[in-house]
Nanobody, 122 residues
């Protein structure tokens, strides 16, 4: 069974950094595009960043551009989200996902992790 497991969330002060990791249970992860999404309380899940299957193409939401960076290491079946200069509005549950197609649309992703909480204190 294909599974994704996120780690690296936590509590951080505004201006600080965190690095999220998402590790897949199968090597077939290298065949999938991957993305990061977040969901704040009372809000819909929003797109944060996505990366092509081989890592040669990335896209970041305007709200995180210049602060967050998505990357992947297919040898380790892992996708990362480096988050710098964190703001209180970055608070939420962060989810990674894998898709057969490269897309920013949450409903088009085939596999989801359980999420990891990120809290940014002001």
């Amino acid at each position: 069974q294909f599974q994704l497991v996120e780690s690296g969330g936590g509590l951080v002060q505004a201006g600080g950094s965190l690095r999220l990791s998402c590790t897949a249970s199968q090597r077939t992860f290298a065949n999938y595009a991957a993305g990061w999404f977040r969901q704040a309380p009372g809000k819909e899940r929003e797109f944060i960043a996505r990366i092509s299957w081989n890592g040669d193409w990335t896209e970041h939401a305007d709200s995180v551009k210049g602060r967050f960076t998505i990357s992947r290491d297919n040898a380790k079946n892992t996708v990362f989200l480096q988050m710098n200069t964190l703001k209180p509005e970055d608070t939420g549950v962060y989810y990674c996902a894998a898709a057969f197609v490269n897309t920013p649309v949450p409903s088009e992703y085939n596999f989801w992790g359980q999420g990891t909480q990120v809290t940014v204190a002001s």
